[in-house]
């Protein structure tokens, strides 16, 4: 895994077999909030693509508020 900043952006990026890779972005807010966003690109299916949307929208909406 790997990880970078800018002043307002954070980015983590880990490489997972096959060839796939998650990309995640973080954004700090104003008030201490924040917004993230998940990109797993490499996916073989549309299939795969719907199987991975709905592990990363059920994972993210389990996270802490």
Do not use: M
Not at 13 to 32: H, Y
Not at 46 to 58: G, I, L, S, V
């Amino acid at each position: 895994p790997s990880t970078s900043s800018s002043e307002k952006w954070r980015y983590g990026r880990c490489t997972l077999g096959a060839g796939q890779r998650i990309n995640v972005t973080i954004n700090e807010k104003p008030g201490g909030k924040a917004t993230l966003a998940v990109q797993h690109p490499g996916l073989g299916s549309t299939a795969q693509r719907d199987e991975w949307k709905a592990f990363w929208r059920d994972f993210l909406k389990a996270l802490p508020a």
